[in-house]
């Protein structure tokens, strides 16, 4: 019997979405494209943007066909591919688990005081310029922004817990929103007479770096909004149709980020100055919006904070459930494997809610946290790429309902190398991107070695285990979908190799 199945039976998610809710999910991910895309294009020019980015769109594509794998193969797994590391790697290493949950949950969860800071720093720009007071709470300086920041955070974290079709709702109406910049700057080449090709440009080697080493160094900081439309993986087991909609949703959120991660950079770096983007990497959206359409300028700054809402819901969700399943599979304290009446982790999502207000109050640019947050994250993806890795090697028979062909275990190993180059480059290089310093590595170190102290913790005091440094296979075996199970491969859907 596996830990989590000593949670009371009720203590399952509702099986009520489908492929086009965790497309819509999804949505989100390009949303954040609008957060980072003006900061890179300002300092490395529109060409090397485009290009960057949409190299790293193409790696987050092929992770996610290898996770649609590993979800067919444990469909009631709650912590998407943090949970996929664990399995393929408890055999191994009971330490990876921890690791990956809290590098993730980290990742996604300093995330939410960012997007907040941005909103707010939006409806200051566009609607309330002239209120500049602030305050200290004693360790940072707190403007309108922030406390815009709390309320939107407060808004988002009362959705969810309320439950999934509510959040949903908001994401449905958010996400539709999101989408008309997306259209209108990915048709701005054919739609406006000032695009020009003569606006991008290459400018990798500003940083006075080594031109690799700034790409590596933009690809790091990129990764982190990119690789996001894993998070899908997080929902597999509340889809309906359990390996359909997980196949679907999986695969098309992957199709549709390298699409928008290629066209919006190339519409919008045709539209403006590259100076003019570094001075305002953000609200240079709402000009060149206003020269598209009239009174574009508000259009532009409602479709964005509904985008960084959207953002907040997702991530909102996303890492409630994170360390949900950490905790349901004895990772974490037990204190956190436990939904709500409405059948949502509504305690992992209100630590949620207090990490974030501690950063927006007493850290104050949350932005500070963010290399922390993407070594975490990479890591956490690397682990579990390696997981599908060791489960091809240790279960070859076992049974997938979404089965990959040979040439995806080649094409995992040569992620594994980029993310590793990415993690070592990256994290190194901080200073290229502006993106933090050796402080906040030692954040991501603190937060990853805190892991390690709660999963013993929950193992020696709480259940009263002995420490054992790796399970035996017949662990994991016992938490593959079984091959009659009949959420496995419908009648009209059977099981395919790609």
């Known amino acids: 019997m ?6 009371a039976d009720d203590h399952t998610y509702e099986k009520n979405l489908r492929w086009w809710d965790g497309f819509t999910i999804s949505l989100s991910i390009p949303a954040a494209l609008f957060v980072g895309m003006g900061y890179a294009i300002g300092l490395i020019g529109a060409w090397t943007t485009l290009v960057l980015l949409g190299a790293v769109a193409v790696l987050a594509c092929l992770q996610n066909f290898i996770y649609s794998e590993m979800a067919s193969m ?16 408890r055999t191994r290493s009971t330490l990876v688990g921890p690791l990956a949950t809290y590098g993730y949950w980290f990742s996604w969860s300093s995330s939410l005081a960012i997007y907040g800071l941005q909103i707010g720093k939006l409806v200051q720009a566009e609607w309330f310029p002239e209120q500049t007071w602030t305050f200290s709470t004693g360790l940072a300086t707190i403007g309108l922004p922030h406390v815009i920041a709390l309320g939107v955070l407060f808004m988002g974290w009362g959705l969810n817990v309320l439950g999934m079709r509510p959040a949903m709702w908001l994401m449905y109406a958010t996400g539709a929103l999101v989408l008309v910049p997306i259209v209108v700057f990915a048709a701005a080449p054919l739609l406006s007479d000032t695009w020009s090709m003569s606006n991008l440009h290459w ?43 997980s196949r679907i949703a999986l ?9 928008v991660y290629i066209l919006v950079p190339f519409g919008v770096g045709g539209l403006v100055d590259q100076a003019d983007v570094a001075e305002n990497p953000v609200s240079f959206y709402l000009t060149v919006f206003e020269s598209l359409l009239p009174g574009g300028d508000i259009v532009m700054a409602i479709c964005l904070i509904a985008g960084l809402v959207l953002l907040m819901v997702m991530t909102t969700a996303d890492g409630g459930r994170v360390l949900h399943g950490s905790a349901r599979e004895g990772l974490t304290i037990k204190q956190l494997g436990e939904l709500n009446r409405f059948k949502v982790p509504g305690r992992a999502m209100s630590l949620d809610l207090l990490v ?4 927006i109050l007493f850290v104050g640019e949350a932005l500070a946290v963010i290399v922390a947050g ?42 594994v190398v ?9 994290a190194l290089s901080a200073s290229i991107t502006g993106y933090g310093s050796t402080k906040e590595l030692i954040v991501g170190v603190f ?42 491969a419908p009648a009209a859907d059977p099981a395919r190799t790609v």
């Open 203 to 245: 400018d990798i080697a500003a940083s006075g770096e080594a031109g690799w080493r700034t790409a590596i160094a933009w690809m790091f900081v990129l990764a982190w909004s990119v690789y996001g439309i894993e998070a899908v993986a997080s929902f597999v087991p509340e889809f309906r149709d359990t390996i359909r909609d």
């Open 251 to 259: 695969r098309l959120a992957g199709f549709f980020v390298i699409a």
């Open 374 to 415: 993407i070594v975490g994250y990479l890591i956490c993806h690397i682990l579990s790429l390696t997981g599908f890795l060791n489960l091809r090697r240790d279960e070859p028979d076992a049974h997938r309902p979404i089965k990959l062909g040979k040439q995806w275990v080649y094409i995992a190993g040569v992620l």
């Open 2 to 7: 596996s830990l989590h199945d000593s949670f």
């Open 356 to 359: 974030n207000v501690i950063l």
């Open 74 to 89: 444990f469909v009631d797994k709650v912590g998407g591919i943090s949970m996929y590391a664990h399995q393929g790697w």
């Open 418 to 426: 980029v993310d590793t180059i990415m993690v070592v480059v990256g």
């Open 447 to 488: 937060v990853l070695s805190l892991s390690i102290v709660l999963y013993a913790y929950r193992r020696v005091v709480q259940d009263g285990q002995p420490w054992v440094w790796k399970e035996p296979a017949s662990a994991v075996e016992a938490d593959f979908v079984p091959d009659d199970d009949e959420d496995d």
